[in-house]
């Protein structure tokens, strides 16, 4: 592990010294690249410093033990004592800075809910939770970019479409695809009986059309009108487009904007990531030992969560976390949420790389 870590600490100082280069200094695109793996190893680089610090003074305290001066010796085996726990931490905190992040943990994201079963209590539910989200969004400094909404009847969403834009959002939200369960008392309810609704999420990375690596004569295109309401703008206008990827036959559409144009990068962001999903499957059966990742399907089948109103109590069923603080998570509060997926996916990780 430590020649592994000197050799980042190379590269660490090698990008370091390319920010400071002319050429790369005049070219943003290069600029922005280099200057991003230099902050991702930045912490790393840190906590190795601090690593090798604190083991050559565990090595100065052991020499002070030789020392025949009793006073000497036990500052030297105080030191000790403090030093040795601080050396298992760091090591600890380097091996889980060394688990090989996701490259779309990075992305922006296409963000999607959906009332489910429920009725207007569903497309009710929906709209709380994208209230909870856009707070959370708030809080992470991110923008947002509503693509498309189909308001409920008496409230809410039936759908609501949009684009999340800032640092590491895939990274962060990858984990709210799937099924929303909420149990209240709907507020059309006159018998103050609980009832069990649903919403359903699905959170796809946003790749750079030069990143999705489909050869367009593997490619079949359709364009047509969007069924819904009638008299609506998207309905008179052949807006919405369908992409069937002829090698595997995979089909994946947008009748999510008005443009034309916007529903086919949104068509092809769905393309590319069915594609992705398909072949991380296939590989999945072929290693049958291979753990099934926290993120899922995304399938809106897979029932993550759920919101119990009258226990005040919130479910993540994929880690069995269970927080009494359902109060503060509709309100946007959900870093502690997001935080256990993340450290039960690394240590997911972690096992993975030991085995």
């Known amino acids: 592990?430590?020649?592994?870590?000197?050799?980042?600490?190379?590269?660490?100082?090698?990008?370091?010294?390319?920010?400071?280069?002319?050429?790369?200094?005049?070219?943003?695109?290069?600029?922005?690249?280099?200057?991003?793996?230099?902050?991702?190893?930045?912490?790393?680089?840190?906590?190795?410093?601090?690593?090798?610090?604190?083991?050559?003074?565990?090595?100065?305290?052991?020499?002070?033990?030789?020392?025949?001066?009793?006073?000497?010796?036990?500052?030297?085996?105080?030191?000790?004592?403090?030093?040795?726990?601080?050396?298992?931490?760091?090591?600890?905190?380097?091996?889980?800075?060394?688990?090989?992040?996701?490259?779309?943990?990075?992305?922006?994201?296409?963000?999607?809910?959906?009332?489910?079963?429920?009725?207007?209590?569903?497309?009710?539910?929906?709209?709380?939770?994208?209230?909870?989200?856009?707070?959370?969004?708030?809080?992470?400094?991110?923008?947002?970019?509503?693509?498309?909404?189909?308001?409920?009847?008496?409230?809410?969403?039936?759908?609501?479409?949009?684009e999340v834009y800032g640092a590491d959002v895939y990274g962060k939200l990858k984990f709210e695809s799937g099924a929303h369960r909420v149990q209240r008392v709907p507020k059309t309810e006159a018998q103050g009986r609980v009832h069990t609704s649903a919403a359903t999420v699905v959170v796809m990375p946003k790749f750079e059309e030069e990143e999705i690596d489909i050869r367009k004569d593997e490619l079949r295109t359709d364009t047509f009108r969007a069924q819904g309401a009638g008299g609506q703008h998207v309905n008179k206008t052949e807006s919405g487009v369908r992409f069937t990827h002829l090698p595997t036959g995979i089909v994946a559409e947008s009748t999510d904007s008005r443009s034309q144009h916007k529903n086919r990068e949104i068509a092809l962001q769905r393309l590319y990531v069915k594609i992705k999903e398909a072949a991380r499957e296939k590989s999945y059966l072929e290693q049958k030992d291979k753990r099934k990742s926290l993120v899922g399907s995304g399938d809106r089948s897979d029932k993550i969560r759920t919101y119990n109103y009258p226990q005040n109590r919130l479910t993540d069923h994929r880690i069995n976390l269970t927080l009494y603080s359902l109060d503060r998570v509709v309100e946007g509060d959900l870093e502690e949420i997001v935080q256990s997926l993340q450290r039960a996916e690394n240590a997911e990780k972690m096992k993975g790389s030991d085995e």
């Open 1 to 162: 592990m430590l020649d592994k870590l000197e050799a980042i600490q190379d590269r660490y100082y090698y990008l370091e010294e390319k920010l400071s280069d002319p050429d790369v200094l005049s070219d943003m695109k290069q600029f922005a690249k280099i200057n991003k793996e230099y902050k991702d190893l930045s912490e790393i680089v840190d906590t190795f410093k601090e690593y090798k610090l604190t083991a050559a003074n565990i090595e100065s305290a052991r020499e002070m033990l030789k020392d025949t001066d009793p006073e000497m010796k036990e500052m030297a085996q105080l030191e000790l004592e403090t030093l040795q726990p601080t050396l298992t931490e760091l090591d600890e905190k380097i091996k889980y800075l060394l688990i090989p992040k996701d490259p779309e943990d990075s992305k922006d994201v296409i963000f999607e809910i959906r009332s489910g079963t429920g009725g207007d209590e569903a497309s009710i539910f929906a709209g709380d939770l994208y209230r909870m989200y856009n707070k959370y969004f708030e809080t992470q400094g991110w923008k947002t970019e509503v693509l498309d909404e189909n308001p409920g009847s008496v409230g809410g969403y039936n759908k609501i479409v949009l």
